[in-house]
T-cell receptor, first 110, second 111 residues
Framework: GQQLNQSPQSMFIQEGEDVSMNCTSSSIFNTWLWYKQDPGEGPVLLIA?????ELTSNGRLTAQFGITRKDSFLNISASIPSDVGIYFCAGRNTGNQFYFGTGTSLTVIP | DGGITQSPKYLFRKEGQNVTLSCEQN?????MYWYRQDPGQGLRLIYY???????QKGDIAEGYSVSREKKESFPLTVTSAQKNPTAFYLC??????????FGQGTRLTVV
C-alpha cells in the first residue's frame, strides 16, 4: 500500500519559533488532511483541504493543498509547549481510500 | 456525547491466542476502519467497512479478521496467524461529509 513521504521526520524547536512540515505523494489526491497525535492517543483532525491551491488556517496552524494535488504543507506559527506531538498528513483519492504519512515528531523546548 | 470508543486501552496476549479488539461508534457513520501503528511508521490499513455486513481487506489484512454485523460496531480479531501483533491499533469512522474520526487506540502486547 502507498505511504506518503512526510518530512522532516522529527523537529526540535524553541518555544515561539515557527514550524513547517510537508507531505508529498506520487499519486494525485482530491483531499489532504492534517492530524495531530498525542502520545498513547488517537489522531485528532486539525485541518482538511479539498481544493488544489486551497490555503486554510485554524488558529496558529496554516495548511495548503498543492497545485499539483500531490503535496501539502502545514505551518505552525509561534509554537507553544502543547504543540508537542506527532503530526500526520493523509490523502484521500477518488476511490475514498486514505493514505497516511509517516509522521513528524515535534518537540518544543520551553 | 457522540464519539468512537475503543476497548480495552491495553491488552496482553499470549502467543498462539486470538484476541478481539472492540470499536463502537455512536456517530451514525457508515464507514469504519482499522489501522495498525508501529513506531516510526504511519498508519497502515488493516480492514475497512463501508456498510453493514460488508468489509474489505486493507494493505496488511493477513492474520486479522473483522465483522460488521451492526452499524455501530466493527470488532477486530488478531489471530494466532499474525506473527508480530505487538502494535498500537486505531479504529476510525466517517460518513460522506465528515473526515475520519479516530478512537483512543488499543495497545496490544504479546507476552
Amino acid at each position: 500500500g502507498q505511504q506518503l513521504n512526510q518530512s522532516p521526520q522529527s523537529m526540535f524547536i524553541q518555544e515561539g519559533e515557527d514550524v513547517s512540515m510537508n507531505c508529498t505523494s506520487s499519486s494525485i489526491f482530491n483531499t489532504w488532511l492534517w492530524y495531530k497525535q498525542d502520545p498513547g492517543e488517537g489522531p485528532v483532525l486539525l485541518i482538511a483541504l479539498y481544493k488544489a491551491g486551497e490555503l486554510t488556517s485554524n488558529g496558529r496552524l496554516t495548511a495548503q493543498f498543492g497545485i499539483t494535488r500531490k503535496d501539502s504543507f502545514l505551518n505552525i506559527s509561534a509554537s507553544i509547549p502543547s504543540d508537542v506531538g506527532i503530526y500526520f498528513c493523509a490523502g484521500r483519492n477518488t476511490g475514498n481510500q486514505f493514505y497516511f504519512g509517516t509522521g513528524t515528531s515535534l518537540t518544543v523546548i520551553p | 456525547d457522540g464519539g468512537i470508543t475503543q476497548s480495552p486501552k491495553y491488552l496482553f496476549r499470549k502467543e498462539g491466542q486470538n484476541v478481539t479488539l472492540s470499536c463502537e461508534q455512536n456517530l451514525n457513520h457508515d464507514a469504519m476502519y482499522w489501522y495498525r501503528q508501529d513506531p516510526g511508521q504511519g498508519l497502515r490499513l488493516i480492514y475497512y467497512s463501508q456498510i453493514v455486513n460488508d468489509f474489505q481487506k486493507g494493505d496488511i489484512a493477513e492474520g486479522y479478521s473483522v465483522s460488521r454485523e451492526k452499524k455501530e460496531s466493527f470488532p477486530l480479531t488478531v489471530t494466532s496467524a499474525q506473527k508480530n501483533p505487538t502494535a498500537f491499533y486505531l479504529c476510525a469512522s466517517r460518513d460522506r461529509v465528515t473526515e475520519a474520526f479516530f478512537g483512543q487506540g488499543t495497545r496490544l502486547t504479546v507476552v
